[in-house]
């Protein structure tokens, strides 16, 4: 139990057998990545000369005009748009180390503090309407909070207190916010109350678009991070992969599979594998939400993640090093199905964590 426990705690403060398959053309589906969307990208990159920082930068869905959001460092975790496209959160580290977690206009105006705070503050999450954010805070090095700020009044409400928590989210009718707390998937209202477990053993989730499921990580019975599924009130539980790589399980975490996105219509999901080869990088795959038909979409010996489905489901952009001439991780973009992968931000340092904004 212990080292569950530590595991659901490590995934998910981290932001982490079928034979490989590789990608058939008849079984392709024909997706052209839309030319006329005016979709821009937003990511993190080391722009800085001598330094090893971070900023937020913004292109063009087909790579152009690449320019800093704000001439400000950010950590290294991934900036979280708002659903109206116009905001962005994201967390900064000052240079005592302080946490802090700001809101920021997608154009780079508007900058403004929210919270902050010396062992972490951030993983932010917005609601549906743009009013409030949901976030976690270290209280002292063995206790972690859960809180909320309402973005109208300017308050902040303390919601929860335990030893580990993870990243929180806003269930998709608003009406409550999932949590992990303790090794559990949690639910509670928004005003922190009604706390109760929604799935035993489970973290790093993610809802569906509909709302009437969540994929979420559980180790299985090879105790390794594996994709599930289940419905929004925590029934009908179905493991969906069951991969890993004993070779390179050399100590915690197990090898296996992560980061579940679901596409539009919730008919597939795509996900990270470090249990695709031998060497064990991470490449990305996707494959139907029963778990059915899993197909490796990219395969290089770099690794490949990060992956971000756009709204009309037909492309996928993502972070990965297969950019042979470059070395680095550079943002990549490829359809739904894997085909015209090529890179985008061409950049000779590092680029990462990609996030699509509708315009």
Not at 228 to 256: C, E, H, I, R
Request: glycine share 6%; with cysteine.
């Amino acid at each position: 139990m212990k080292t569950l426990f530590k595991f659901f705690a490590l995934i998910f403060l981290l932001s982490i057998p079928f034979a490989c398959k590789k990608v058939n053309l008849n079984e392709k589906i024909t997706n052209e990545i839309s030319n006329d969307s005016t979709d821009k990208i937003l990511f993190l990159s080391r722009r800085i000369d001598n330094s090893a920082d971070w900023k937020m930068y913004v292109m063009n869905k087909d790579g152009s005009e690449q320019n800093e959001i704000k001439d400000f460092t950010v950590c290294c975790e991934q900036p979280v748009i708002s659903n109206n496209n116009k905001k962005v959160s994201f967390v900064h580290n000052t240079e005592k180390w302080v946490y802090e977690l700001y809101i920021v206009n997608t154009d780079g105006t508007g900058l403004n503090l929210i919270d902050s705070g010396k062992s972490y503050c951030g993983a932010p999450r917005w609601s549906q309407d743009d009013s409030k954010i949901v976030y976690i805070k270290n209280l002292n090095d063995t206790i972690c909070g859960i809180f909320l700020y309402d973005l109208i009044n300017k308050s902040i409400t303390q919601l929860t207190d335990s030893n580990v928590c993870g990243i929180p989210s806003f269930s998709p009718d608003g009406k409550t916010i999932t949590y992990y707390e303790n090794g559990n998937i949690c639910l509670m209202k928004l005003d922190g109350s009604n706390k109760k477990i929604l799935l035993r053993h489970a973290g790093s989730y993610k809802w569906s678009p509909k709302g009437d499921k969540i994929a979420y990580l559980s180790t299985g019975e090879i105790n390794s991070s594996q994709i599930f599924v289940a419905m929004s009130d925590g029934t009908n539980t179905k493991q969906l992969t069951n991969s890993y790589v004993p070779s390179w399980d050399s100590g915690f975490p197990p090898f296996g599979n992560y980061n579940p996105q679901w596409t539009p219509d919730e008919s597939k999901i795509v996900y990270v594998s470090e249990a695709a080869h031998k060497c064990g990088n991470p490449e990305i795959f996707i494959m139907n939400s029963d778990g059915t038909n899993q197909i490796e979409l990219t395969n290089s010996n770099f690794r490949s993640e990060d992956p971000a489905i756009s709204l009309d489901g037909k492309y996928i952009i993502f972070s990965s090093g297969m950019d042979y001439l470059n070395y680095n991780a550079d943002i990549f973009i490829m359809g739904i199905n894997g085909d015209n992968q090529r890179p985008l931000s061409k950049y000779s340092g590092d680029d990462i964590l990609p996030v699509i904004i509708k315009q």
